[in-house]
């Protein structure tokens, strides 16, 4: 028993420390492709666009300033409920994903085309979120309802 507490420790303490080496590109990356992967190439560049315009709106219900604890905040985006990391199940599409999220990474607000939209949710949900309430819908691309907070 003594044994299996043990390895049961030492793999955990594994997955904290790939999680952790992970840089916020990467999170960003994989943000977007657990996120929008199966949505047009608009509906990912948007994804990525609300979760630099909540890291820049700096609020610690949001996780803060940085990328990466936007992303992984609890309950924030779905994709990292109760995961350490996103499995990427298919590399092309997480390639150009990647890609997508490079050029946004670095990019000034000016170039934001949502005009500083920081909620989205799938169309798919069978009940809306209570916080579109405080929120004015801006746009639908594919399956997600893209918001700006009022």
Same mark, same amino acid.
């Given at each position: 028993m003594r044994s299996f507490v043990i390895t049961a420790v030492l793999i955990s303490a594994m997955y904290v420390a790939v999680t952790e080496a992970l840089t916020d590109r990467e999170i960003?990356?994989?943000?977007?492709?657990?996120?929008?992967?199966?949505?047009?190439?608009?509906? &990912?560049?948007? +994804?990525?666009?609300?979760?630099?315009n909540r890291a820049r709106a700096n609020k610690s219900?949001?996780?803060?300033? +940085?990328?990466?604890?936007?992303?992984?905040?609890?309950? &924030?985006?779905?994709?990292w409920n109760g995961k350490t990391d996103i499995a990427i199940g298919d590399p092309s599409t997480f390639q150009k994903i990647l890609q997508l999220a490079n050029s946004i990474y670095d990019a000034p607000a000016s170039e934001d085309p949502t005009g500083g939209c920081d909620h989205f949710h799938s169309k798919k949900m069978k009940k809306y979120?209570?916080?579109?309430?405080?929120?004015k819908e801006v746009k639908t691309i594919g399956n997600h309802i893209f918001y700006k907070s009022v």
């Amino acid at each position: 028993m003594r044994s299996f507490v043990i390895t049961a420790v030492l793999i955990s303490a594994m997955y904290v420390a790939v999680t952790e080496a992970l840089t916020d590109r990467e999170i960003f990356a994989k943000t977007i492709y657990g996120e929008a992967r199966g949505e047009p190439v608009e509906g &990912q560049r948007w +994804v990525a666009w609300v979760i630099k315009n909540r890291a820049r709106a700096n609020k610690s219900y949001w996780g803060g300033s +940085v990328i990466g604890d936007v992303c992984r905040k609890r309950l &924030q985006f779905s994709s990292w409920n109760g995961k350490t990391d996103i499995a990427i199940g298919d590399p092309s599409t997480f390639q150009k994903i990647l890609q997508l999220a490079n050029s946004i990474y670095d990019a000034p607000a000016s170039e934001d085309p949502t005009g500083g939209c920081d909620h989205f949710h799938s169309k798919k949900m069978k009940k809306y979120p209570s916080w579109i309430r405080n929120c004015k819908e801006v746009k639908t691309i594919g399956n997600h309802i893209f918001y700006k907070s009022v």
